[in-house]
């Protein structure tokens, strides 16, 4: 009857946590390889969903940053990843390079220890990177760009949107 309608969709509460734990393993796995895909995550949505989707299988597959950290130091990354299973090939071949390339970046920095600095910080992480001085939105515009009607701090928006001195909305008169 009714009974057996809904024990059909029905679980227990046992294995729903066990869901749930696998879940949270699976997103902690991913917020650790964000450090690999953070520049990915800036270039707009279709990067950006092509990034967590791949970001995603990685996890699927069990690995981490720190395991993949190890696989770089033992030369077995190429060969691991190439063991994941990605549906779109071009998925795939932008995820080792992107992977590849974030370590041997990495590798290279320790390597050079000598590179300019600034306050101590490389200069790489104190001025480069996607949407300083190449075109993307700014602090010099208020972060609206002219081309999307916006107004930038010259024309007086001073950053603040659609606001008045105060901070309020202005008032229109009929």
């Known amino acids: 009857l009714i009974a057996d309608k809904v024990s059909a969709y029905a679980t227990s509460v046992p294995s729903e946590e066990a869901k749930v734990r696998h879940l949270?393993?699976?997103q902690k796995a991913q917020y650790s390889m964000r450090p690999i895909f953070v520049e990915f995550f800036r270039d707009g949505y279709k990067?950006?969903?092509r990034m967590v989707g791949i970001r995603r299988?990685?996890?699927?597959h069990g690995l981490?940053?720190?395991k993949l950290t190890d696989l770089a130091k033992q030369d077995k990354l190429i060969a691991e990843l190439e063991k994941v299973s990605i549906e779109d090939p071009d998925n795939k071949t932008l995820m080792v390079n992107t992977v590849?390339?974030?370590f041997k970046e990495k590798s290279s920095a320790k390597k050079n220890p000598s590179s300019p600095t600034v306050n101590g910080a490389s200069e790489?992480?104190?001025g480069e990177g996607k949407g300083q001085g190449d075109g993307g939105k700014g602090q010099e515009d208020g972060g609206k760009?002219?081309?999307d009607g916006g107004k930038g701090k010259e024309d007086g928006d001073k950053g603040r949107g659609n606001q008045d001195a105060n901070g309020d909305a202005p008032q229109v008169k009929n």
């Open 100 to 102: 590849k390339d974030h």
């Open 145 to 147: 760009s002219q081309e």
């Open 124 to 126: 790489h992480v104190a």
């Open 64 to 66: 981490d940053y720190a």
């Open 47 to 49: 990067m950006r969903t």
């Open 57 to 60: 299988c990685l996890a699927e």
């Open 24 to 26: 949270e393993a699976l």
